[in-house]
């Protein structure tokens, strides 16, 4: 298996203490990045090892747990890389890069309890580049017809905002809003809008289904819950209609209440790693042939380094 998580598993001896989230991730990334096969023994055996549980009994109700949500997630997926899940074990067919978007995601997910680890993969400018293109990849997926244009800057993608807003305006069939140049300079990146997504409907008219999406890549994720600020962006653009703010991150929440209680102030479409994933192969559509490039090769840079176990 992977090495143990730096944090999320605590000692447990009367009550379950470690996040299900970390002890889910941790299986699943150990079966994508270093077994083809796991059983439920292998992982109780681990905890032990660990010093997590003494007893091996109680560290099968929380393996059982994790398993279930694990089976739950391939299931929806649609068994990626191959991964079946029995009663009692975790097989994989396929290696990670035959479908690198979900290793990516994965791999970002292992940064949350891996931070010594993500010291040794460069500037995050470039996952986040490389997320926002995935992120793009998926919503035109999901949202067929729609139009999705990045607008988040980035080295790759290096238009400001204040050279773009006149495109994103006549997109929208929309009119300059009377706080435009208050808020927009040749400073401003991109006030929290990484995507833009909208549904023309071919005429001049206003009135647009609109999304202002946020692309959060990493463990802060939760202090950009509120952008981007759609109060800020009627003041900028008068929309004749209400936008909605879209949210998209790689990781994946095991509780569907502690994903409701986390998600709440987004108050809009909300994307975690397995929504995003799904709409590729759920719908059996690639991630083009370039992101998949790139995908690939910043993986291999960095998986040789992940923790392991000793």
């Excluded at 470690?18 to 990334?29: H, T």
């Excluded at 997320?131 to 017809?145: D, I, N, R, V, Y």
């Excluded at 139009?147 to 988040?152: D, S």
């Excluded at 400073?187 to 990484?194: P, R, T, Y």
Aim: glycine fraction near 8%.
């Amino acid at each position: 298996m992977l090495g143990r998580p730096e944090n999320g598993l605590l000692r447990s001896i009367k009550q379950h203490n470690s996040d299900l989230n970390v002890l889910c991730d941790w299986i699943e990334a150990s079966v994508v990045f270093e077994n083809d096969h796991l059983s439920k023994s292998d992982v109780t055996t681990a905890l032990q090892q660990f010093q997590i549980y003494e007893k091996q009994g109680f560290a099968t109700e929380i393996v059982d747990v994790a398993w279930s949500v694990i089976a739950s997630r391939m299931k929806y997926l649609n068994a990626p890389l191959g991964i079946q899940v029995s009663g009692n074990r975790i097989t994989r067919s396929a290696t990670w890069d035959t479908f690198p978007a979900y290793g990516f995601c994965l791999a970002l997910a292992c940064a949350q309890f891996y931070p010594s680890w993500v010291k040794q993969w460069g500037a995050a400018t470039v996952r986040g580049e490389l997320f926002e293109e995935l992120a793009q990849e998926s919503f035109s997926t999901t949202l067929s017809g729609w139009k999705v244009r990045r607008v988040g800057w980035s080295p790759g993608n290096p238009t400001k905002l204040c050279a773009a807003i006149d495109s994103i305006i006549s997109d929208l069939n929309e009119v300059e809003g009377s706080e435009l140049k208050l808020h927009i300079d040749e400073h401003a990146n991109e006030l929290g809008l990484d995507l833009l997504a909208y549904y023309s409907y071919g005429d001049a008219h206003a009135s647009l289904p609109v999304l202002l999406v946020q692309c959060a890549s990493g463990d802060n994720w939760k202090s950009k819950r509120h952008t981007p600020d759609l109060g800020l962006w009627r003041t900028i653009v008068s929309f004749n209609s209400c936008p909605v703010r879209g949210f998209a991150i790689p990781f994946a929440y095991a509780d569907s209440q502690e994903l409701r209680k986390h998600t709440r102030s987004i108050n809009g479409v909300f994307v975690d790693r397995i929504r995003l994933l799904g709409a590729f192969h759920r719908t059996s559509t690639n991630v083009s042939a370039a992101l998949d490039g790139k995908l690939v090769g910043w993986v291999t840079g960095i998986i040789g380094t992940v923790p392991k176990d000793k």
